[in-house]
Protein backbone atom coordinates (compact mmCIF):
# COMPACT_ATOMS: atom_id res chain seq x y z
CA UNK A 1 0.00 0.00 0.00
CA UNK A 2 0.89 3.59 -0.43
CA UNK A 3 1.73 3.83 3.67
CA UNK A 4 4.40 1.43 3.11
CA UNK A 5 7.77 2.37 4.37
CA UNK A 6 10.13 3.18 1.31
CA UNK A 7 13.54 1.78 1.68
CA UNK A 8 16.02 4.42 2.06
CA UNK A 9 18.23 3.47 -1.09
CA UNK A 10 15.15 3.85 -3.68
CA UNK A 11 14.05 6.84 -1.36
CA UNK A 12 15.99 9.53 -3.95
CA UNK A 13 16.70 9.82 -7.69
CA UNK A 14 18.44 7.36 -9.02
CA UNK A 15 20.08 6.80 -11.89
CA UNK A 16 19.76 3.93 -14.41
CA UNK A 17 21.59 3.23 -17.78
CA UNK A 18 19.44 0.97 -20.03
CA UNK A 19 21.91 -0.53 -22.61
CA UNK A 20 20.34 -1.41 -25.53
CA UNK A 21 21.75 -3.63 -28.83
CA UNK A 22 18.84 -1.65 -30.76
CA UNK A 23 16.40 0.59 -30.43
CA UNK A 24 14.46 0.57 -34.27
CA UNK A 25 10.94 -0.84 -34.56
CA UNK A 26 7.56 0.19 -32.37
CA UNK A 27 8.46 -3.36 -29.94
CA UNK A 28 11.55 -1.45 -28.68
CA UNK A 29 10.02 1.94 -28.93
CA UNK A 30 6.89 1.02 -26.78
CA UNK A 31 9.60 -0.72 -24.53
CA UNK A 32 11.35 2.58 -24.19
CA UNK A 33 8.54 4.24 -23.09
CA UNK A 34 7.68 1.73 -20.55
CA UNK A 35 10.96 2.12 -18.73
CA UNK A 36 11.12 5.62 -19.18
CA UNK A 37 7.24 5.69 -17.59
CA UNK A 38 8.46 3.33 -14.41
CA UNK A 39 11.82 5.17 -13.71
CA UNK A 40 9.62 8.21 -13.91
CA UNK A 41 7.33 7.20 -11.62
CA UNK A 42 9.74 5.96 -8.96
CA UNK A 43 11.71 9.50 -9.38
CA UNK A 44 14.71 8.39 -11.25
CA UNK A 45 16.17 8.90 -14.50
CA UNK A 46 17.49 6.55 -17.01
CA UNK A 47 19.53 7.01 -19.73
CA UNK A 48 19.29 5.17 -22.53
CA UNK A 49 22.50 3.86 -24.58
CA UNK A 50 21.82 2.41 -28.20
CA UNK A 51 24.12 0.38 -30.07
CA UNK A 52 22.62 0.52 -33.54
CA UNK A 53 23.08 -3.46 -33.55
CA UNK A 54 27.21 -3.52 -32.74
CA UNK A 55 27.93 -5.52 -29.68
CA UNK A 56 31.02 -4.03 -29.06
CA UNK A 57 29.74 -1.08 -28.91
CA UNK A 58 27.18 -2.21 -26.47
CA UNK A 59 29.99 -3.42 -24.55
CA UNK A 60 31.61 -0.11 -24.20
CA UNK A 61 28.40 1.28 -23.11
CA UNK A 62 28.24 -0.79 -20.38
CA UNK A 63 31.51 0.17 -19.03
CA UNK A 64 30.43 3.83 -19.26
CA UNK A 65 27.42 3.33 -17.44
CA UNK A 66 30.00 1.12 -15.07
CA UNK A 67 32.44 4.31 -14.63
CA UNK A 68 29.69 7.36 -14.14
CA UNK A 69 28.49 5.20 -11.19
CA UNK A 70 24.96 4.27 -12.04
CA UNK A 71 22.81 2.72 -9.21
CA UNK A 72 21.43 -0.11 -11.88
CA UNK A 73 21.81 -1.28 -14.74
CA UNK A 74 18.98 -2.78 -17.78
CA UNK A 75 20.59 -4.59 -20.25
CA UNK A 76 17.61 -5.17 -23.43
CA UNK A 77 19.37 -7.92 -25.66
CA UNK A 78 22.62 -8.46 -26.42
CA UNK A 79 25.12 -11.37 -25.88
CA UNK A 80 26.47 -12.73 -23.18
CA UNK A 81 29.76 -13.34 -24.59
CA UNK A 82 29.95 -9.51 -25.71
CA UNK A 83 28.74 -8.75 -21.79
CA UNK A 84 29.62 -10.93 -19.16
CA UNK A 85 32.59 -9.39 -18.28
CA UNK A 86 31.25 -5.89 -18.29
CA UNK A 87 28.30 -7.40 -15.89
CA UNK A 88 30.61 -9.32 -13.52
CA UNK A 89 32.19 -5.61 -12.73
CA UNK A 90 29.54 -4.32 -12.67
CA UNK A 91 27.90 -6.57 -9.61
CA UNK A 92 31.55 -6.55 -8.18
CA UNK A 93 31.17 -2.71 -7.85
CA UNK A 94 27.23 -3.82 -6.26
CA UNK A 95 25.34 -1.98 -9.33
CA UNK A 96 22.88 -4.37 -9.85
CA UNK A 97 21.80 -5.78 -13.06
CA UNK A 98 18.44 -6.98 -14.56
CA UNK A 99 18.75 -8.44 -18.51
CA UNK A 100 15.81 -8.81 -20.91
CA UNK A 101 16.12 -10.95 -23.99
CA UNK A 102 20.14 -12.29 -23.25
CA UNK A 103 21.40 -14.95 -22.15
CA UNK A 104 23.61 -13.92 -19.49
CA UNK A 105 23.69 -16.50 -16.56
CA UNK A 106 26.10 -14.63 -13.77
CA UNK A 107 24.72 -15.08 -10.66
CA UNK A 108 22.98 -12.23 -9.05
CA UNK A 109 21.41 -11.06 -12.20
CA UNK A 110 18.07 -11.65 -12.79
CA UNK A 111 16.99 -12.13 -16.26
CA UNK A 112 13.66 -11.72 -17.81
CA UNK A 113 12.16 -13.06 -20.77
CA UNK A 114 8.93 -13.39 -22.53
CA UNK A 115 8.88 -16.60 -22.53
CA UNK A 116 9.60 -17.26 -26.09
CA UNK A 117 8.95 -20.77 -26.44
CA UNK A 118 5.59 -19.93 -25.68
CA UNK A 119 5.44 -17.35 -27.87
CA UNK A 120 6.27 -19.39 -30.58
CA UNK A 121 4.26 -22.27 -29.78
CA UNK A 122 1.48 -20.33 -29.75
CA UNK A 123 1.58 -18.68 -32.67
CA UNK A 124 2.90 -22.10 -34.48
CA UNK A 125 0.15 -24.04 -33.30
CA UNK A 126 -2.47 -21.97 -34.48
CA UNK A 127 -0.90 -22.01 -38.25
CA UNK A 128 -0.85 -25.71 -37.78
CA UNK A 129 -4.73 -25.97 -37.29
CA UNK A 130 -5.17 -23.19 -39.47
CA UNK A 131 -3.45 -24.92 -42.28
CA UNK A 132 -4.78 -28.61 -41.01
CA UNK A 133 -1.26 -30.15 -40.38
CA UNK A 134 -0.31 -30.09 -43.77
CA UNK A 135 1.40 -27.40 -46.61
CA UNK A 136 4.09 -25.23 -47.62
CA UNK A 137 5.45 -22.46 -45.07
CA UNK A 138 7.90 -19.56 -45.78
CA UNK A 139 10.23 -18.86 -42.44
CA UNK A 140 11.56 -15.78 -41.59
CA UNK A 141 14.75 -15.99 -39.20
CA UNK A 142 17.61 -14.84 -38.01
CA UNK A 143 20.29 -16.19 -35.71
CA UNK A 144 22.47 -14.23 -33.08
CA UNK A 145 19.70 -12.98 -31.24
CA UNK A 146 18.68 -14.59 -27.94
CA UNK A 147 14.90 -14.64 -28.09
CA UNK A 148 14.60 -15.61 -31.90
CA UNK A 149 17.31 -18.55 -31.18
CA UNK A 150 14.77 -19.22 -28.50
CA UNK A 151 12.04 -19.56 -30.70
CA UNK A 152 14.09 -21.62 -33.44
CA UNK A 153 14.25 -24.05 -31.10
CA UNK A 154 10.42 -24.44 -30.76
CA UNK A 155 9.89 -23.59 -34.56
CA UNK A 156 12.57 -26.77 -35.14
CA UNK A 157 10.50 -29.49 -33.14
CA UNK A 158 6.90 -27.77 -34.54
CA UNK A 159 8.88 -28.91 -38.11
CA UNK A 160 9.55 -32.78 -35.92
CA UNK A 161 5.84 -32.51 -34.82
CA UNK A 162 4.35 -32.00 -37.78
CA UNK A 163 5.92 -34.01 -40.73
CA UNK A 164 3.02 -33.12 -43.35
CA UNK A 165 4.29 -29.09 -43.23
CA UNK A 166 7.38 -28.30 -44.71
CA UNK A 167 9.46 -25.22 -45.33
CA UNK A 168 9.76 -24.22 -48.77
CA UNK A 169 12.02 -21.23 -48.06
CA UNK A 170 13.70 -19.22 -45.56
CA UNK A 171 15.48 -15.88 -45.26
CA UNK A 172 15.69 -12.92 -42.83
CA UNK A 173 18.24 -10.08 -41.63
CA UNK A 174 17.92 -7.56 -38.75
CA UNK A 175 19.09 -4.05 -39.56
CA UNK A 176 17.84 -0.89 -38.78
CA UNK A 177 15.36 -1.83 -42.06
CA UNK A 178 14.39 -5.21 -41.22
CA UNK A 179 10.58 -4.71 -42.05
CA UNK A 180 11.88 -3.23 -45.71
CA UNK A 181 14.52 -6.01 -46.23
CA UNK A 182 11.67 -8.65 -45.33
CA UNK A 183 9.46 -7.30 -47.68
CA UNK A 184 12.10 -7.00 -50.62
CA UNK A 185 12.92 -10.93 -49.85
CA UNK A 186 9.32 -11.83 -49.87
CA UNK A 187 8.81 -10.46 -52.75
CA UNK A 188 11.73 -12.61 -54.70
CA UNK A 189 10.40 -16.05 -52.67
CA UNK A 190 6.81 -14.91 -54.46
CA UNK A 191 8.51 -14.30 -57.79
CA UNK A 192 10.03 -17.74 -57.01
CA UNK A 193 6.65 -19.45 -56.25
CA UNK A 194 4.11 -17.32 -58.55
CA UNK A 195 1.44 -20.64 -58.79
CA UNK A 196 -1.72 -20.05 -56.08
CA UNK A 197 -1.36 -22.46 -53.29
CA UNK A 198 1.99 -23.05 -53.93
CA UNK A 199 3.01 -21.20 -50.50
CA UNK A 200 0.06 -21.30 -47.48
CA UNK A 201 2.28 -19.80 -44.59
CA UNK A 202 4.21 -17.78 -43.52
CA UNK A 203 6.07 -17.88 -39.91
CA UNK A 204 7.53 -13.96 -39.11
CA UNK A 205 8.75 -14.49 -35.56
CA UNK A 206 8.87 -10.46 -34.91
CA UNK A 207 6.81 -7.97 -36.06
CA UNK A 208 9.47 -6.20 -38.48
CA UNK A 209 9.87 -9.42 -39.94
CA UNK A 210 5.56 -9.73 -40.17
CA UNK A 211 5.16 -6.09 -40.90
CA UNK A 212 7.66 -6.92 -44.42
CA UNK A 213 6.16 -9.99 -45.55
CA UNK A 214 2.55 -8.77 -45.25
CA UNK A 215 3.62 -6.03 -47.86
CA UNK A 216 4.96 -7.89 -49.94
CA UNK A 217 1.65 -10.37 -50.00
CA UNK A 218 -0.61 -7.41 -50.07
CA UNK A 219 1.02 -5.88 -53.22
CA UNK A 220 1.46 -8.96 -54.75
CA UNK A 221 -2.22 -9.91 -54.60
CA UNK A 222 -1.45 -13.35 -52.42
CA UNK A 223 -3.85 -12.83 -49.98
CA UNK A 224 -4.08 -16.46 -49.77
CA UNK A 225 -1.05 -16.59 -47.79
CA UNK A 226 -1.43 -16.03 -43.95
CA UNK A 227 1.01 -14.77 -41.67
CA UNK A 228 1.64 -15.56 -38.56
CA UNK A 229 3.94 -13.39 -36.32
CA UNK A 230 5.17 -12.33 -33.40
CA UNK A 231 4.77 -8.72 -31.29
CA UNK A 232 2.28 -6.26 -31.30
CA UNK A 233 2.13 -2.45 -31.55
CA UNK A 234 -0.86 0.02 -32.44
CA UNK A 235 0.93 -0.11 -36.16
CA UNK A 236 0.59 -4.13 -35.94
CA UNK A 237 -2.51 -4.12 -34.77
CA UNK A 238 -3.49 -1.38 -37.63
CA UNK A 239 -1.97 -4.21 -40.35
CA UNK A 240 -3.42 -7.15 -38.69
CA UNK A 241 -7.11 -5.19 -39.08
CA UNK A 242 -6.89 -3.84 -41.95
CA UNK A 243 -9.59 -6.11 -44.16
CA UNK A 244 -8.53 -9.45 -46.04
CA UNK A 245 -5.07 -8.66 -44.37
CA UNK A 246 -2.77 -11.81 -44.26
CA UNK A 247 -1.14 -11.15 -40.93
CA UNK A 248 -4.14 -13.24 -39.15
CA UNK A 249 -2.19 -14.44 -35.66
CA UNK A 250 0.57 -12.62 -33.24
CA UNK A 251 1.83 -14.13 -29.98
CA UNK A 252 3.06 -10.80 -27.32
CA UNK A 253 2.94 -9.60 -24.52
CA UNK A 254 3.04 -5.71 -24.04
CA UNK A 255 6.33 -4.51 -24.04
CA UNK A 256 5.64 -1.32 -22.41
CA UNK A 257 4.88 -3.97 -19.31
CA UNK A 258 8.46 -6.28 -20.06
CA UNK A 259 9.89 -2.89 -19.37
CA UNK A 260 8.10 -1.95 -16.52
CA UNK A 261 8.66 -5.83 -14.70
CA UNK A 262 12.75 -5.16 -15.42
CA UNK A 263 12.56 -1.77 -13.73
CA UNK A 264 11.11 -3.20 -10.88
CA UNK A 265 12.88 -6.11 -10.78
CA UNK A 266 15.88 -3.61 -10.42
CA UNK A 267 14.47 -1.44 -7.69
CA UNK A 268 13.98 -4.35 -5.69
CA UNK A 269 17.71 -4.80 -6.23
CA UNK A 270 18.59 -1.61 -5.08
CA UNK A 271 16.64 -1.54 -1.83
CA UNK A 272 18.01 -4.61 -1.05
CA UNK A 273 15.35 -7.73 -1.15
CA UNK A 274 15.39 -10.82 -3.53
CA UNK A 275 14.72 -11.41 -6.70
CA UNK A 276 14.71 -14.22 -8.07
CA UNK A 277 17.12 -15.52 -11.29
CA UNK A 278 14.68 -15.92 -13.57
CA UNK A 279 11.43 -14.33 -14.82
CA UNK A 280 9.32 -15.20 -17.70
CA UNK A 281 5.85 -13.10 -18.07
CA UNK A 282 3.12 -15.09 -19.90
CA UNK A 283 2.52 -13.99 -23.64
CA UNK A 284 -1.27 -14.43 -25.07
CA UNK A 285 -1.89 -16.02 -28.89
CA UNK A 286 -3.67 -12.84 -30.84
CA UNK A 287 -5.98 -13.51 -33.25
CA UNK A 288 -7.32 -10.91 -35.83
CA UNK A 289 -10.69 -13.05 -35.49
CA UNK A 290 -10.59 -12.63 -31.88
CA UNK A 291 -10.85 -8.99 -32.50
CA UNK A 292 -14.03 -6.45 -33.03
CA UNK A 293 -14.33 -4.62 -36.54
CA UNK A 294 -13.58 -1.23 -34.65
CA UNK A 295 -10.00 -0.99 -34.50
CA UNK A 296 -8.09 -1.48 -31.54
CA UNK A 297 -4.75 -0.25 -29.61
CA UNK A 298 -2.68 -1.38 -27.17
CA UNK A 299 -4.39 0.43 -24.13
CA UNK A 300 -7.52 -1.70 -25.11
CA UNK A 301 -6.44 -5.10 -26.02
CA UNK A 302 -6.96 -6.14 -22.67
CA UNK A 303 -10.50 -5.87 -23.09
CA UNK A 304 -10.37 -8.25 -26.02
CA UNK A 305 -7.92 -10.64 -25.51
CA UNK A 306 -8.05 -13.09 -21.73
CA UNK A 307 -5.01 -13.38 -19.82
CA UNK A 308 -3.64 -10.15 -21.49
CA UNK A 309 -0.98 -8.06 -19.17
CA UNK A 310 0.86 -8.91 -16.07
CA UNK A 311 0.95 -4.85 -14.43
CA UNK A 312 1.65 -6.12 -11.38
CA UNK A 313 4.63 -8.35 -11.55
CA UNK A 314 7.49 -7.47 -9.26
CA UNK A 315 5.57 -4.87 -7.47
CA UNK A 316 6.62 -4.63 -3.75
CA UNK A 317 4.33 -2.42 -1.19
CA UNK A 318 6.78 0.27 -1.02
CA UNK A 319 6.54 1.05 -4.80
CA UNK A 320 3.27 2.28 -4.65
CA UNK A 321 4.02 4.96 -1.67
CA UNK A 322 7.37 5.70 -3.67
CA UNK A 323 5.23 6.51 -6.76
CA UNK A 324 2.95 8.53 -4.77
CA UNK A 325 5.42 10.33 -3.16
CA UNK A 326 6.73 11.09 -6.50
CA UNK A 327 3.57 11.96 -8.26
CA UNK A 328 3.26 15.14 -6.23
C1 LIG B 1 15.83 -9.21 -33.20
S1 LIG B 1 15.06 -9.74 -31.76
C2 LIG B 1 13.45 -9.16 -31.91
C3 LIG B 1 12.60 -9.52 -30.76
O1 LIG B 1 13.03 -8.92 -29.58
C4 LIG B 1 11.92 -8.83 -28.69
O2 LIG B 1 11.96 -9.97 -27.92
C5 LIG B 1 10.70 -8.79 -29.53
O3 LIG B 1 9.74 -9.70 -29.10
C6 LIG B 1 11.19 -9.05 -30.93
O4 LIG B 1 10.43 -10.00 -31.63
Given at each position: ?????????????????????F?????A????????????????????Y?AN???????????????????G????H????????????????????????????????T??????????????K?????I??????????????????????????????????E?????????????????N????V?K??????????????????????????Q??????????G??????????M?????????????????????????????????E????????P????????????V????????????????????????????????
Amino acid sequence: GSDAEIPAAVDQPLKIAAIMEFSTGTFASQYVSGLEAQVEKFGGEVQIYNANNDLSQMANHLQTAINQGVDGILIDHGRAEALNQGVEEALEKGIPVVTFDNDITAEGVTAISQDDYSLAWGTLKQLAQDIDGEGNIVYVWAGGFTPLERRNVIYEAFLEHYPNIEEVARFGSVSNNTALDSQNQMEAVLKKYPEEGSIDAVFAPYDEFAKGVTRAIQQAGRDEIKVYGIDLSDEDLQIMQAENSPWVTTAATDPAEVAGVQVRFLYQKIAGEETPSIYALDPSVVNVSDLPDEPVTMADVGQHIEGWGSPNVARSPWMDALEAKNAQ
